[in-house]
C-alpha cells in the first residue's frame, strides 16, 4: 500500500508564510507527477501547482507566489506559500501519480488533506 502524510497547515495572516510538506511511503517503485490541489467551502477541488521532471505547471492564481519543490531521495514534495491571502483558505491535497512495485500502471494517490486559512 501507499500512503501520502502531510503537514504544515495552519492559520496566518495575509501576507504571512507557510510550507506544507507531503511524504509519499509504502511499496513504491516510481514516482512520476507530484502536486498540490486546494478545496475552498463551496467549491470544487482546483489545481494549485504539478510538478512533472522539468515540467512545473502553476495555476495563474498563485505564480510568483508559491514554489514546489521536491526531494526525490526522500519521496517528498513541498509547498512554500509566500504573500498568503484569505482567498488561499482552503484544504490543501497532495497528490501523486505513482507505480506500485509489481505494476506496470501509475495510479493517482491523494493526501488526507490539510486546513490553511489565511486570515487576520
Known amino acids: 500500500q501507499v500512503q501520502l502524510v502531510e503537514s504544515g497547515g495552519g492559520l496566518v495572516q495575509p501576507g504571512g508564510s507557510l510550507r506544507l510538506s507531503c511524504a509519499a511511503s509504502?511499496?513504491?517503485?516510481?514516482?512520476?507527477?507530484m502536486g498540490w490541489y486546494r478545496q475552498a467551502p463551496g467549491k470544487e477541488r482546483e489545481l494549485v501547482v504539478t510538478s512533472s521532471g522539468a515540467n512545473i505547471n502553476y495555476a495563474d492564481s498563485v505564480k510568483g507566489r508559491f514554489t514546489i519543490s521536491r526531494d526525490n531521495a526522500k519521496n517528498t514534495v513541498y509547498l512554500q506559500m509566500n504573500s498568503l491571502k484569505p482567498e488561499d483558505t482552503a484544504v490543501y491535497y497532495c497528490?501523486?501519480?505513482?507505480?506500485?512495485?509489481?505494476?506496470?500502471?501509475?495510479?493517482?494517490?491523494w493526501g488526507q488533506g490539510t486546513q490553511v486559512t489565511v486570515s487576520s
Open positions: 509504502g511499496s513504491i517503485f516510481d514516482i512520476n507527477a
Open positions: 497528490n501523486a501519480k505513482i507505480r506500485v512495485r509489481y505494476t506496470s500502471n501509475y495510479i493517482d494517490y
